[in-house]
């Protein structure tokens, strides 16, 4: 699988909660969007361009919000906490 040209990456995070000890933590671990001409990155896993529909966001306070993919496997969503404008920007160019 060889990938075009990387363009713009975007972070997201994970959220993972767990107790310990009576008492709930919660980690962030953060990770990156990665689009390229032909595809986005996420991980392990990839979306082609092609299957790729639509991409919008919202943020549901003034800390998180949600990016959405609005692809062929239906709605994948990210938790973000910076805008993605700029990536979505870039994406629409493509299509």
Known sequence: MISLK??????????TRKIE???????EQEYDLELYEDRIIV???HFPIQHVFDM??????T???F????????VVSFIIK????VFINEYRKLV
């Open 43 to 45: 991980g392990q896993d």
């Open 21 to 27: 000890r009576n008492e709930q933590k919660t980690l």
């Open 6 to 15: 990387f363009i713009l990456s975007h972070p997201f995070i994970e959220v």
């Open 82 to 85: 910076e805008d993605p404008t």
């Open 63 to 65: 800390l998180y919000g």
């Open 67 to 74: 990016l959405y993919l609005h692809t062929n496997r239906g």
């Open 56 to 61: 919008s966001y919202r943020f549901q306070s």
